[in-house]
């Protein structure tokens, strides 16, 4: 039971490359979620998925799209990277809808756009 | 908008010494709350979470937290603190119902940056 995974772990991008983040989990969660994490501002939430075949906008979703194609998986993509991208995004799961069941996070990927 | 404040951005603590990490939520109606750990390089762990009842909330590794609606706080506490605690920490926030709109997700505060002095 590997739990939330995330692929790659680093990455760096030029202004306007494209690239798709991976979330997978083996929980069998119905609810994914994909995070930016920048120094000072916590958490914000880009996107999520209450279940497959099914996306939602968060907080801060422009430049982002994601896809649900399988359960298990929910990737991200930036179609033309820019620098104000540059982050730490997060992957989580959870079971039930996440405002009443324990969020599981993955370890987190590394991007720079230069 | 509904937030979630952590007004502390950095703590010291002397290692043994009692710790309290402060949280304030905005919300309309009281919601689910949480506190996370964040190690270095690391994602996030959940320490203890608030549904209902019990105001005084257990979490592992030996962290609580009290649950004050009057003064729409969630304050995490340890009575002794370790090295192995120094981390980053996160309070967060959920509304208690989906409503399909952007947020519905988890909201965060800023995060309180904990060190610990030997």
């Known amino acids: 039971n590997a739990g939330v995974t995330q692929t790659p772990k680093f990455r760096v991008l030029k202004t306007g490359q494209s690239m798709t983040l991976l979330c997978a989990q083996d929980?069998?969660?119905?609810?994914m979620y994909w995070y930016r994490q920048d120094p000072g501002m916590g958490l914000r939430l880009i996107h999520y998925?209450?279940?497959?075949?099914t996306t939602a906008k968060g907080e801060v979703p422009d430049g982002y799209n994601v896809s649900r194609l399988k359960k298990q998986n929910f990737l991200l993509g930036l179609e033309s990277a820019a620098p104000s991208q540059t982050s730490v995004y997060f992957c989580?799961?959870?079971?039930?809808w996440g405002a009443g069941d324990t969020q599981y996070f993955g370890p987190g990927t590394r991007l720079t756009v230069l | 908008a509904q937030s979630v404040t952590q007004p502390d951005i950095h703590i010291t603590v002397s290692e043994g010494a009692s710790l309290e990490l402060r949280c304030n939520y905005s919300?309309?109606?009281?919601?689910?709350l949480f506190w996370y750990v964040q190690s270095p390089g690391q994602g996030l762990q959940l320490l203890l979470k608030?549904?209902?009842?019990?105001?005084l909330v257990q979490g592992i590794k030996g962290f609580e937290a009290e649950f004050k609606r009057s003064q729409s706080s969630f304050n995490l506490r340890k009575p002794s603190v370790h090295w192995s605690d120094a981390a980053e920490y996160f309070c967060?926030?959920?509304?208690?119902?989906?409503?399909?709109?952007?947020?519905?997700?988890?909201?965060f505060g800023k995060g309180t940056h904990l060190i610990i002095q030997p």
């Open positions: 989580a799961s959870s079971y039930y």
């Open positions: 919300y309309g109606a009281t919601p689910y």
């Open positions: 608030y549904f209902s009842g019990d105001t």
């Open positions: 967060a926030a959920a509304p208690r119902s989906y409503s399909g709109g952007g947020a519905d997700g988890l909201t």
């Open positions: 929980m069998n969660h119905e609810y």
């Open positions: 998925s209450v279940g497959e075949g």
